[in-house]
Structure formats: structure tokens, C-alpha cells
């Protein structure tokens, strides 16, 4: 059966923000996993963002959510780990073409750049946008 689970992370900029996703999604039924950070002391973005890029590229998580004060930091983190395709997006239309045209598979925001209500039409545009295929896909083999 395919893996549906989202795995989420941040540093102490994005702290709010995750618990927040995190309850929406789970309201609406979603599978999540949480590899922190846990409090709002501060730390260092890279290993989340590792953390979540790994879990995604093995398929133990089918997307990945990593937010930090900009989603900066989390999107060149995370884009290092080879079949990872980290979006950076401040807004709806970012999200929606990320999936359509790039297939992205983990979404970055910045929880001091946007608002909450953003931040989650971003997590619903994005979990709900399905891969266009066709030409991106051989753009997306260009990449890799
Ligand atoms: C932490 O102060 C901040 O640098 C981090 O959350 C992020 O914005 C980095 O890109």
C-alpha cells in the first residue's frame, strides 16, 4: 500500500507553525511524523532538515513539510539529499506549480515571513496538487 505519512520539521523559527500544521493535518486524517525540534530553544536547521529529506527520499514519508524563520535555510538544506525537491513558497500559486510542473516532494515556508492563514491555504494547495507529468517529468529526470 502506497505511504501516505507527511513528515514534518523546524527549527525554533518554525516552532509555532509545525504544531500548527501538524494539528490540521491530523484533524483531517493525514499521518504525520514529527522529528522536531520539540521546544522553542534554539538549534540548527540543517539536521532537521536532513531528517526530513532522508525520510522522504527512503519513502518512509511520501512528502515532507520543514519550516523555519524564513524556509530559507530548510529549502537549501534539504535540496541536498539526492530525490528531494524542496519548494520554498510564500504563497498559494508557488504551491500549486511546485507539484504540477516540479513534482516537489517537501514543502518549505517561513513562519516569520507569512501568515498562519497562508501558511496552512499553502499546506492544502500543496497536499492536494497532483504531479502534471509529461514534459516536466523529463525536466524532472534532467535534474536528477
Ligand atoms: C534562525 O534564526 C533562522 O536563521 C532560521 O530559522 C532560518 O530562517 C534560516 O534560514
Known amino acids: 500500500m502506497e505511504n501516505k505519512k507527511i513528515a514534518l520539521g523546524c527549527d525554533h523559527g518554525g516552532f509555532n507553525y509545525k504544531n500548527k500544521i501538524i494539528k490540521y493535518l491530523e484533524d483531517k486524517g493525514y499521518e504525520t511524523i514529527d522529528v522536531g525540534t520539540y521546544t522553542q530553544e534554539s538549534c540548527d536547521y540543517p539536521e532537521i532538515a536532513h531528517k526530513v529529506a ?4 527512503t519513502k518512509e514519508a511520501e512528502k515532507g513539510i520543514l519550516i523555519c524563520g524564513s524556509g530559507i535555510g530548510m529549502s537549501i538544506a534539504a535540496n541536498k539529499t539526492k530525490g528531494i525537491r524542496a519548494a ?7 504551491a500549486r506549480l511546485s507539484r504540477e510542473h516540479n513534482n516537489s516532494n517537501i514543502l518549505c515556508m517561513g513562519e516569520r515571513l507569512i501568515g498562519e492563514t497562508m ?3 499553502i499546506v492544502e494547495t ?16 534532467l535534474i536528477e
Not at 88 to 94: A, D, F, G, Q, V
Open 54 to 57: 532522508k525520510l522522504v527520499a
Open 88 to 94: 520554498l513558497c510564500t504563497e498559494t500559486t508557488s
Open 119 to 121: 501558511a496552512l491555504e
Open 126 to 141: 500543496w497536499l492536494n496538487t497532483e504531479f502534471s507529468g509529461g514534459r516536466h517529468q523529463h525536466r524532472i529526470d
